[in-house]
Protein backbone atom coordinates (compact mmCIF):
# COMPACT_ATOMS: atom_id res chain seq x y z
CA UNK A 1 0.00 0.00 0.00
CA UNK A 2 2.83 2.59 1.02
CA UNK A 3 4.82 2.15 -2.22
CA UNK A 4 2.04 3.98 -4.53
CA UNK A 5 1.71 6.76 -1.84
CA UNK A 6 3.44 9.85 -2.46
CA UNK A 7 4.38 13.01 -0.60
CA UNK A 8 4.67 16.81 -2.28
CA UNK A 9 3.98 14.83 -5.63
CA UNK A 10 7.05 13.12 -5.32
CA UNK A 11 6.80 9.11 -4.65
CA UNK A 12 7.35 7.66 -0.95
CA UNK A 13 9.72 5.06 -2.55
CA UNK A 14 11.47 7.53 -4.58
CA UNK A 15 12.17 10.29 -1.50
CA UNK A 16 13.28 6.96 0.71
CA UNK A 17 15.74 6.11 -2.21
CA UNK A 18 16.58 9.70 -2.28
CA UNK A 19 17.17 10.03 1.71
CA UNK A 20 19.22 6.51 1.91
CA UNK A 21 21.58 7.98 -1.41
CA UNK A 22 22.38 11.37 0.55
CA UNK A 23 23.19 10.06 4.33
CA UNK A 24 25.40 7.35 1.88
CA UNK A 25 27.20 10.28 0.59
CA UNK A 26 27.33 11.58 4.01
CA UNK A 27 28.59 8.40 5.15
CA UNK A 28 31.26 8.72 2.99
CA UNK A 29 32.81 12.03 3.09
CA UNK A 30 32.65 11.92 7.02
CA UNK A 31 33.49 8.73 7.65
CA UNK A 32 36.85 9.39 5.44
CA UNK A 33 36.95 13.07 7.01
CA UNK A 34 36.00 13.69 10.39
CA UNK A 35 36.58 9.57 11.08
CA UNK A 36 34.04 6.67 11.51
CA UNK A 37 34.43 7.09 15.46
CA UNK A 38 34.84 10.43 15.61
CA UNK A 39 31.53 10.93 13.17
CA UNK A 40 28.52 11.80 14.95
CA UNK A 41 24.69 10.90 13.72
CA UNK A 42 24.14 14.27 14.11
CA UNK A 43 26.45 15.57 11.72
CA UNK A 44 26.06 12.83 9.41
CA UNK A 45 22.23 14.38 9.05
CA UNK A 46 23.03 17.50 8.86
CA UNK A 47 25.76 16.82 6.32
CA UNK A 48 22.78 15.02 4.50
CA UNK A 49 20.26 17.84 5.00
CA UNK A 50 18.03 15.80 7.42
CA UNK A 51 16.42 15.51 10.70
CA UNK A 52 17.58 12.77 13.34
CA UNK A 53 14.18 11.08 12.55
CA UNK A 54 15.49 10.97 8.57
CA UNK A 55 18.74 8.39 9.74
CA UNK A 56 16.67 6.37 11.90
CA UNK A 57 14.09 5.77 9.06
CA UNK A 58 16.95 4.46 7.02
CA UNK A 59 19.46 2.94 9.48
CA UNK A 60 19.21 1.73 12.84
CA UNK A 61 22.65 2.99 14.13
CA UNK A 62 25.83 4.31 12.57
CA UNK A 63 27.43 0.85 12.26
CA UNK A 64 24.57 0.01 9.94
CA UNK A 65 25.81 2.62 7.83
CA UNK A 66 29.15 1.59 7.75
CA UNK A 67 28.39 -2.05 6.78
CA UNK A 68 26.47 -1.06 4.01
CA UNK A 69 29.30 1.27 2.43
CA UNK A 70 31.32 -1.67 2.86
CA UNK A 71 29.25 -4.00 1.11
CA UNK A 72 28.61 -1.68 -1.60
CA UNK A 73 33.07 -0.93 -2.05
CA UNK A 74 33.39 -4.43 -2.32
CA UNK A 75 30.45 -5.01 -4.54
CA UNK A 76 31.53 -2.55 -6.67
CA UNK A 77 35.21 -4.03 -6.83
CA UNK A 78 34.17 -7.82 -7.41
CA UNK A 79 31.86 -7.04 -10.12
CA UNK A 80 33.58 -5.22 -11.98
CA UNK A 81 36.85 -7.65 -11.45
CA UNK A 82 34.09 -10.53 -12.21
CA UNK A 83 32.77 -9.31 -15.30
CA UNK A 84 36.00 -8.45 -16.77
CA UNK A 85 37.28 -12.17 -16.45
CA UNK A 86 34.17 -13.56 -17.48
CA UNK A 87 34.22 -11.75 -20.83
CA UNK A 88 38.46 -11.70 -20.96
CA UNK A 89 39.68 -13.30 -24.04
CA UNK A 90 43.00 -14.20 -23.28
CA UNK A 91 43.84 -17.43 -21.65
CA UNK A 92 47.43 -16.88 -20.57
CA UNK A 93 47.14 -16.67 -16.61
CA UNK A 94 49.62 -13.97 -16.32
CA UNK A 95 47.49 -11.83 -18.61
CA UNK A 96 44.45 -12.53 -16.85
CA UNK A 97 46.45 -11.97 -13.31
CA UNK A 98 47.15 -8.96 -14.90
CA UNK A 99 44.25 -7.65 -15.96
CA UNK A 100 42.71 -9.37 -12.31
CA UNK A 101 44.53 -6.31 -10.47
CA UNK A 102 44.29 -3.59 -12.96
CA UNK A 103 40.53 -3.46 -12.76
CA UNK A 104 40.38 -4.11 -9.25
CA UNK A 105 42.63 -1.31 -8.66
CA UNK A 106 40.97 1.22 -10.76
CA UNK A 107 38.11 0.21 -8.73
CA UNK A 108 39.09 0.82 -5.58
CA UNK A 109 41.15 3.85 -5.98
CA UNK A 110 38.85 5.57 -8.25
CA UNK A 111 37.77 7.35 -5.09
CA UNK A 112 39.65 7.70 -2.66
CA UNK A 113 37.63 7.77 0.41
CA UNK A 114 36.25 4.32 -0.42
CA UNK A 115 39.64 3.32 -0.47
CA UNK A 116 40.07 4.73 3.46
CA UNK A 117 36.56 3.97 4.29
CA UNK A 118 37.64 -0.10 3.35
CA UNK A 119 41.09 -0.47 4.43
CA UNK A 120 41.45 2.48 6.97
CA UNK A 121 38.11 3.44 8.89
CA UNK A 122 36.17 -0.41 8.97
CA UNK A 123 39.10 -1.79 10.44
CA UNK A 124 38.61 -3.57 13.90
CA UNK A 125 34.96 -1.29 14.59
CA UNK A 126 32.88 -4.03 15.86
CA UNK A 127 32.39 -8.18 15.70
CA UNK A 128 29.87 -7.67 12.81
CA UNK A 129 32.26 -5.47 10.94
CA UNK A 130 35.12 -7.47 11.44
CA UNK A 131 32.27 -10.74 9.75
CA UNK A 132 32.22 -9.10 7.20
CA UNK A 133 35.37 -8.85 6.40
CA UNK A 134 35.87 -12.35 6.69
CA UNK A 135 33.50 -13.23 4.38
CA UNK A 136 34.59 -10.88 1.38
CA UNK A 137 38.18 -12.31 2.88
CA UNK A 138 36.20 -15.33 1.75
CA UNK A 139 34.62 -14.24 -1.02
CA UNK A 140 37.89 -12.41 -2.82
CA UNK A 141 40.02 -15.50 -1.90
CA UNK A 142 38.00 -18.33 -3.99
CA UNK A 143 38.20 -15.57 -6.91
CA UNK A 144 41.75 -16.07 -6.53
CA UNK A 145 41.69 -20.10 -5.84
CA UNK A 146 39.94 -19.82 -9.29
CA UNK A 147 42.40 -18.08 -11.21
CA UNK A 148 45.51 -20.22 -9.76
CA UNK A 149 43.09 -23.79 -10.57
CA UNK A 150 42.87 -22.29 -14.74
CA UNK A 151 46.86 -21.14 -13.89
CA UNK A 152 47.22 -24.87 -12.91
CA UNK A 153 45.48 -26.55 -15.82
CA UNK A 154 47.34 -24.37 -18.12
CA UNK A 155 50.61 -25.82 -16.75
CA UNK A 156 51.50 -22.34 -15.72
CA UNK A 157 51.57 -23.11 -12.24
CA UNK A 158 51.82 -27.09 -10.01
CA UNK A 159 48.28 -28.21 -9.43
CA UNK A 160 47.68 -27.98 -5.59
CA UNK A 161 45.65 -26.68 -3.26
CA UNK A 162 45.37 -22.98 -3.60
CA UNK A 163 43.43 -21.87 -0.39
CA UNK A 164 45.87 -20.70 1.86
CA UNK A 165 47.67 -19.06 -1.31
CA UNK A 166 44.71 -16.89 -2.14
CA UNK A 167 44.03 -16.16 1.59
CA UNK A 168 47.82 -14.62 1.81
CA UNK A 169 47.08 -12.56 -1.31
CA UNK A 170 44.27 -11.04 -0.14
CA UNK A 171 45.51 -10.23 3.19
CA UNK A 172 49.28 -8.88 1.42
CA UNK A 173 46.96 -7.02 -1.11
CA UNK A 174 44.81 -5.05 1.85
CA UNK A 175 48.16 -4.37 3.28
CA UNK A 176 49.41 -2.70 0.20
CA UNK A 177 46.06 -0.43 -0.08
CA UNK A 178 46.16 0.49 3.52
CA UNK A 179 49.64 1.61 3.16
CA UNK A 180 48.76 3.18 0.26
CA UNK A 181 45.90 4.97 2.48
CA UNK A 182 48.31 5.98 5.51
CA UNK A 183 50.46 8.15 3.33
CA UNK A 184 49.83 11.75 2.10
CA UNK A 185 52.53 11.30 -0.56
CA UNK A 186 50.51 8.54 -1.57
CA UNK A 187 53.08 5.63 -3.81
CA UNK A 188 51.46 5.59 -7.63
CA UNK A 189 48.59 2.83 -8.26
CA UNK A 190 51.36 1.38 -10.88
CA UNK A 191 53.60 0.68 -7.85
CA UNK A 192 51.03 -1.21 -5.97
CA UNK A 193 50.07 -3.01 -8.99
CA UNK A 194 53.34 -4.12 -9.73
CA UNK A 195 53.81 -5.88 -6.38
CA UNK A 196 50.32 -7.60 -6.33
CA UNK A 197 51.30 -8.79 -9.75
CA UNK A 198 54.54 -10.14 -8.43
CA UNK A 199 53.26 -11.48 -5.62
CA UNK A 200 50.49 -13.41 -6.93
CA UNK A 201 52.59 -14.62 -9.58
CA UNK A 202 55.45 -15.83 -6.96
CA UNK A 203 53.05 -17.70 -4.79
CA UNK A 204 51.06 -19.34 -7.16
CA UNK A 205 53.65 -20.56 -9.25
CA UNK A 206 56.00 -21.57 -6.11
CA UNK A 207 56.78 -25.62 -5.99
CA UNK A 208 55.19 -26.69 -2.29
Same mark, same amino acid.
Given at each position: ????????????????????? #??? /? =???????? !????????????????????????? @? &????????????? !????? @??????? $????? !?? &?? =??????????? $? +? +????????? #??????????????? /??????? %???????????? #? =???? %? @????? &? @??????????????? $?? *????? /?? #??????? /?? *?????????? !????
Amino acid at each position: MSAGRSYGGVPLARRREDRRA #RLL /A =AGVELFTS !TGYQQTKITELCAAAGMSNRGFYQE @F &DTKEALLLELYVR !TNQLA @FDHVSQT $LTTLE !TS &DP =AGRIDVLIDVY $L +A +AVTSDPRLA #RLNYVEAIGVSPAVE /ALHVEWV %GRWSELIEGEAD #R =AAEA %G @FAPRR &D @FRLTAIMIVGAITGL $LR *EWQNH /AA #RYPTTEI /AA *EAKALILASI !TRRV
